[in-house]
């Protein structure tokens, strides 16, 4: 993070310390991972390579994030979030997803979040896989859990006028025990009444925060003008990509 300004290194240093510290209970994955449980031979072998070996571009995604995301064609299929982020420059964030907070955590998908002057940068079909956070900064319903308020409002500034495209490629939210199917591009909300609120609460009374209480503290923040071209399924322009095994199909049962 040698380019990103001392706020912003300051945000991930607490985001690390503070989530850590403030919530070590955390969020569970849906699903359990099959197989044969770790031998203790195999934990050995993972603790070793944890001492010895470098961690630096995983230690390096040091903000966490929580929102939420949808199916891009599918808005009913709603799932939350957990982005922790690695800040690369000014202009550029990548985040690596998982379905929950703990160590059980599975890895869902990957995000990457461009600001307004390098998303004016990308061709027009280009900028239709990606989505706007205008909304999601406003309304409350991307947070950064552990964080101080203030430190909080500082990073939301940041990301308010920001744009991400994000891959899921785990579909635990859909019941999967294993990442099977292809990819499929998310989307984030654009406006009220799109989001099951029933997610928000949970998200809400599991990590001791109020939505309610960040939005009417944000509205302060800009409010950038949201390029036309982002979002698109608001215009009917929905891409995703098919595979031999739809996704969204229930899993098997179990025997």
Not at 221 to 236: Q, S, T, Y
Request: glycine share 8%; hydrophobic share 40%.
């Amino acid at each position: 993070m040698n380019n990103t300004s001392p706020l912003l290194r300051s945000i991930g240093l607490l985001a690390c310390a503070l989530a850590a510290a403030c919530h070590d209970g955390g969020t569970p994955s849906p699903v359990a991972a099959p197989g044969e449980p770790t031998t203790a031979k195999t934990r050995a072998l993972a603790a070793g390579a944890a001492a010895l070996q470098s961690q630096t571009p995983i230690a390096a995604h040091d903000t966490y994030l929580d929102g939420f995301h949808f199916y891009n064609g599918r808005p009913q299929a709603q799932m939350e979030a957990h982005h922790y982020c690695n800040v690369l420059s000014e202009d550029l964030i990548q985040c690596v997803i998982y379905d929950g907070s703990r160590r059980d955590a599975k890895l869902m998908g990957i995000e990457y979040v461009l600001s307004a002057r390098l998303f004016q940068t990308l061709p027009p079909a280009e900028k239709l896989l990606w989505h706007s956070h205008v909304h999601e900064v406003h309304s409350g319903q991307l947070v950064g859990p552990g964080l101080p308020a203030v430190a909080e409002k500082a990073l939301m500034a940041k990301l308010v006028g920001t744009y991400g495209k994000t891959w899921h490629t785990w579909h635990t939210d859909e019941g999967h025990a294993l990442p099977i199917g292809v990819p499929q591009l998310m989307m984030g909300f654009t406006a009220d009444g799109q989001i099951d609120e029933r997610l928000v609460r949970e998200r809400d009374a599991r990590l001791g925060i109020d939505s309610a209480e960040k939005r009417a503290d944000r509205q302060a923040l800009p409010r950038p003008e949201v390029d036309p071209a982002a979002d698109a399924w608001r215009h009917g322009e929905v891409f995703q990509i098919e595979g031999p095994v739809p996704h969204h199909e229930p899993p098997p049962a179990k025997r």
